[in-house]
């Protein structure tokens, strides 16, 4: 067992996607293991402003943090992240890097063979915070002044893999664990619309790296994954694009969970599905001019805004195949909650949700709740409009774009994703490139039947039980590859419309299905995984110190 553990990421407190939810949702269970000697470390972007994840406090590590002198000018904050759990968390500064960077890269070059030459977007900014990290955990170390401590540094993602390779070079005694939750090649390679799956064995890494201009992130992530004591990643499927690609087998497969504490009780969550569904239904009633039905089938797509990887096409496709059927006789309202370049709420829009009138005349282009910097280029937008959706009240298929964080205060909804969630009779997350699949795992542990593809870890995951029917689990999984869209699609829109057609009685069946299965995937049952890494870094460590 370590006796301190560091883990470092751009999401500690700071909600970007799904590494967030895996680290926020974890923290209360190594807080429960480990006390206060797990210490989440993060980037300071908030600085002077409140932070809705942070909760400062100089009263803890204010002995560290009374003696710390950090090189560089770096400055530091101590606090609590504001989760169940409330784990330590240190934020840093790490701006007064920047000014050394090269310095910096061509010490990564002479050590490891880093390719920072051709670096460009974030990457100067997530060097310069993993090494601020690195000097945080080195000061830290230096403090406790026990050498023959058991202490982990875990590295979550490229963005932090300079500060993996620092420690392992200057602070040895401590053993590292680098976790990729997608690898930045395998990601790049099936959004640039390149086949990943069947031609995964052709692919050589450090070549696609360089066609795909991803030299710099690639070296980083993949001298990290080589040179930690333990290297992790989220699922099996992406096991063997690390083996490809990187080239080093992970040493244990680290499955994402989820707490049970997210969902309330049954009563509490009946009450919240009402609210969604009176909110959600508002605001199709405010767009198109027209009063939806009560018992209107919701349907809801979510995550990041990676157009292919997360199947986002596909769902367009299949609701618009739907809507071309002629045997709906329910009423169906299908979501897309992704977040895009968004601008603000609509105003006219805004000024209807404000008003407590009845509005029966369709606003202009009735498909996006908020304005957009990129409206005539976005995908999402050119696709509905393609497929010819408009949401007229005589089509019993309805598509609504939301195109925002859903954290509570987007202007319109004002309500945060789950409480959202719990309003819907489905989600479908049909991804082609999705290493684990949180979405689909919170559908399901609010008892929301979802479904998604045998190419997600979560897909891949269901269908590793003896028992993995929707029935069963609550979960379809699609047998979806790299050239079987458009059948992919058809399934998709049938298993939908089987849904929308469900007996009450059977429906309700479902719905306790899905709940048992997410049972299985708390993090009480698979935070032994990560025990299992940390001990393998740690007996590394030993050998490498000897």
Not at 115 to 138: K, M, R
Not at 469 to 482: A, C, F, P, W
Request: proline share 5%; with cysteine.
């Amino acid at each position: 067992m370590p006796e301190y553990i560091f883990e470092v990421s751009w999401e500690v407190c700071n909600l970007v996607g799904g590494i967030y939810t895996v680290l926020s949702t974890k923290a209360k269970t190594l807080q429960r293991l480990y006390k206060d000697k797990i210490i989440f470390i993060g980037p300071d972007i908030w600085k002077e402003k409140n932070s809705p994840f942070f909760i400062e406090d100089e009263t803890v590590m204010s002995t560290w943090a009374a003696q710390a002198q950090l090189p560089y000018g770096l400055k530091v904050r101590t606090g609590r992240w504001n989760v169940p759990g409330n784990p330590l968390v240190i934020l840093v500064d790490f701006t007064p890097l920047y000014s050394h960077k090269n310095d910096f890269y061509k010490l990564m070059w002479d050590l490891y063979g880093v390719d920072s030459l051709h670096a460009y977007g974030d990457y100067d900014e997530a060097s310069a915070f993993a090494w601020a990290s690195a000097l945080v955990i080195e000061n830290y170390h230096n403090f406790i002044g026990d050498n023959n401590k058991r202490i982990v540094a875990h590295f979550d993602e490229w963005t932090t893999g300079m500060g993996l390779l620092y420690i392992k070079q200057f602070v040895p005694q401590i053993a590292t664990v680098f976790t990729t939750h997608a690898t930045s090649i395998g990601r790049s390679i099936a959004g640039n619309n390149k086949p990943l799956y069947d031609y995964l064995q052709a692919y050589n890494g450090d070549q696609m790296a360089h066609e795909l201009n991803m030299e710099s992130k690639h070296s980083v992530e993949k001298h990290a994954a080589q040179q930690a004591d333990c290297f992790t990643t989220v699922s099996d499927i992406t096991a063997k694009e690390c083996a490809q690609l990187l080239q080093r087998t992970p040493d244990v497969v680290t499955p994402n969970g989820f707490e049970r504490n997210f969902v309330p009780s049954q009563k509490v969550m009946a009450e919240k599905r009402i609210q969604a569904r009176t909110t959600l239904l508002r605001v199709v009633q405010n767009l198109t001019g027209y009063r939806p039905a009560a018992d209107a089938f919701l349907i809801a797509t979510s995550g990041r805004y990676e157009y292919r990887n997360k199947g986002i096409d596909l769902f367009i496709d299949a609701i618009g195949r739907i809507a071309r059927r002629n045997d709906i006789e329910r009423e169906i309202i299908a979501f897309i909650m992704t977040p895009g370049w968004v601008d603000a709420p609509r105003a006219d829009l805004k000024e209807r949700m404000e008003s407590d009138g009845m509005f029966f005349t369709p606003l202009p282009d009735p498909i996006v709740t908020h304005r957009l910097h990129n409206y005539d280029s976005d995908n999402i937008i050119n696709q509905i409009h393609y497929i010819g959706i408009d949401n007229r009240p005589n089509n019993p298929v309805k598509l609504i774009f939301i195109p925002s964080y859903l954290t509570g205060n987007d202007g319109l909804l004002d309500m945060p994703y789950y409480d959202l969630l719990m309003g819907m009779d489905a989600t479908a997350f049909p991804s082609y490139y999705e290493p684990w699949g949180y979405t689909p795992l919170e559908s399901i542990a609010f008892g929301i039947p979802t479904i998604t593809t045998q190419l997600s870890g979560f897909g891949q995951w269901i269908i590793g039980h003896e028992a993995h029917s929707m029935q069963e689990t609550g979960v379809e999984v699609l047998q979806r590859n790299d050239n079987n869209f458009t059948d992919v699609s058809e399934q998709l829109a049938s298993t939908l419309v089987s849904l929308v057609q469900l007996k009450k009685n059977a429906k309700t069946a479902l719905n306790k299905a899905a709940s048992k299965q997410a049972a299985e995937a708390e993090w009480k049952n698979f935070i032994a995984y990560y025990q299992q890494a940390y001990e393998v870094a740690i007996e590394r460590s030993k050998e490498r110190n000897k």
